[in-house]
């Protein structure tokens, strides 16, 4: 990229639709000065310095991290991989909706993070926000729609989401105008506009860039209710869903058997729910919240694993300090 001229002193911050910017302010008067900045994007770093009003860019390789984003990247999709049963993990987010959050959790060996917006209050602009500071850090953002209705699902994906999961899916029409609302024409219905978050702001044909969000794009349905599960082989078969993920809290209240994780009503609903999903090539979720339970799951044939939730694990580990603090006293 050749030289800026840049007229006017900077000072420029906290533009987390494009990354992470970092400008000095400087002296147009200072002929010697010189001012370096760093502009992480689309997994690179760019490295920029001023020298008396001239911006000049370069481009370097980035860290380790992000050389293993290359590499991820050359590999099959999230959703190619979870279609193909095979193991994808990441965590669930219902409060830490923080900076840092998508790092911490990818340095954690975290593949997505699945942002929640049915319980905990996230709303578009602080998912966009969050969808933005995944951008080259080698994890996909994803979230949980209150509902299944278009203008969740689609402003979700427009905002920056590579992956939408909706709540109480209940039947095959359900799944149909999900399926719609997420994909373009002429496999779905979702309206059209580039050159935004979703596309990085980057030109391109849109029927590549259609396309391209169509594979990419993974979208689950969850199985939480007694008439999900009488319907879950019927949602199975609905082109344009890619995951069943089990709500199992939920699941088992409308089962009658609030909590009862280890009843039988609810061990043969996951067996349902996983014949289901095998048969018509689906992906299979849940949230597990510890070690035994991801490794139980897993064994039921679960392949797209979330571990959740953050708050719980965030207080388990301080309260573990904590403790052993106090019982020493």
Same mark, same amino acid.
């Given at each position: 990229?050749?030289?800026?001229?840049?007229?006017?002193?900077?000072?420029?911050?906290?533009?987390?639709?494009?990354?992470?910017?970092?400008?000095?302010?400087?002296?147009?008067?200072?002929?010697?000065?010189?001012?370096?900045?760093?502009?992480?994007?689309?997994?690179?770093?760019?490295?920029?310095?001023?020298?008396?009003?001239?911006?000049?860019?370069?481009?370097?390789?980035?860290?380790?991290?992000?050389?293993?984003?290359?590499?991820?990247?050359?590999?099959?999709?999230?959703?190619?991989?979870?279609?193909?049963?095979?193991?994808?993990?990441?965590?669930?987010?219902?409060?830490?909706?923080?900076?840092?959050?998508?790092?911490?959790?990818?340095?954690?060996?975290?593949?997505?993070?699945?942002?929640?917006?049915?319980?905990?209050?996230?709303?578009?602009?602080?998912?966009?926000?969050?969808?933005?500071?995944?951008?080259?850090?080698?994890?996909?953002?994803?979230?949980?729609?209150?509902?299944?209705?278009?203008?969740?699902?689609?402003?979700?994906?427009?905002?920056?989401?590579?992956?939408?999961?909706?709540?109480?899916?209940?039947?095959?029409?359900?799944?149909?105008?999900?399926?719609?609302?997420?994909?373009?024409?002429?496999?779905?219905?979702?309206?059209?506009?580039?050159?935004?978050?979703?596309?990085?702001?980057?030109?391109?044909?849109?029927?590549?860039?259609?396309?391209?969000?169509?594979?990419?794009?993974?979208?689950?349905?969850?199985?939480?209710?007694? /008439?999900?599960?009488?319907?879950?082989?019927?949602?199975?078969?609905?082109?344009?869903?890619?995951?069943?993920?089990?709500?199992?809290?939920?699941?088992?209240?409308?089962?009658?058997?609030?909590?009862?994780?280890?009843?039988?009503?609810?061990?043969?609903?996951?067996?349902?729910?996983?014949?289901?999903?095998?048969?018509?090539?689906?992906?299979?979720?849940?949230?597990?919240?510890?070690?035994?339970?991801? /490794?139980?799951?897993?064994?039921?044939?679960?392949?797209?694993?979330?571990?959740?939730?953050?708050?719980?694990?965030?207080?388990?580990?301080? /309260?573990?300090?904590?403790?052993?603090?106090?019982?020493?006293?």
């Amino acid at each position: 990229m050749g030289p800026v001229r840049a007229w006017l002193g900077i000072a420029i911050t906290g533009f987390p639709e494009f990354g992470q910017f970092c400008f000095r302010s400087f002296s147009r008067s200072t002929q010697d000065s010189q001012v370096r900045c760093v502009y992480r994007f689309r997994h690179a770093r760019v490295t920029g310095h001023l020298y008396s009003g001239d911006f000049r860019i370069s481009r370097r390789a980035g860290s380790a991290a992000r050389n293993r984003m290359g590499e991820t990247l050359a590999k099959r999709s999230l959703r190619a991989r979870a279609l193909a049963g095979e193991a994808v993990v990441g965590a669930m987010v219902f409060e830490c909706f923080t900076p840092g959050i998508a790092q911490i959790l990818e340095l954690a060996g975290a593949e997505f993070v699945l942002y929640d917006m049915e319980h905990a209050g996230l709303g578009l602009e602080t998912l966009k926000q969050q969808c933005s500071f995944c951008r080259g850090v080698g994890i996909a953002p994803m979230v949980r729609v209150p509902r299944g209705e278009y203008h969740f699902l689609a402003r979700a994906l427009d905002v920056g989401a590579q992956g939408v999961m909706v709540p109480m899916v209940e039947s095959a029409k359900a799944a149909r105008l999900i399926a719609e609302a997420t994909h373009y024409p002429p496999k779905g219905r979702r309206g059209a506009a580039f050159g935004f978050a979703h596309d990085d702001y980057e030109p391109g044909a849109p029927r590549d860039k259609m396309k391209a969000a169509d594979q990419r794009n993974v979208v689950i349905a969850q199985i939480e209710t007694e /008439r999900g599960l009488h319907e879950v082989e019927a949602i199975a078969a609905v082109d344009g869903i890619d995951v069943l993920w089990v709500g199992h809290f939920d699941l088992t209240n409308f089962l009658g058997i609030p909590g009862e994780f280890d009843h039988p009503k609810f061990l043969d609903a996951l067996k349902r729910i996983v014949a289901a999903g095998r048969k018509h090539k689906k992906g299979l979720g849940y949230m597990p919240a510890d070690e035994q339970s991801a /490794r139980q799951y897993k064994a039921l044939g679960f392949n797209m694993l979330a571990a959740g939730t953050d708050q719980a694990i965030l207080m388990n580990g301080y /309260r573990s300090i904590i403790g052993s603090v106090r019982s020493d006293a």
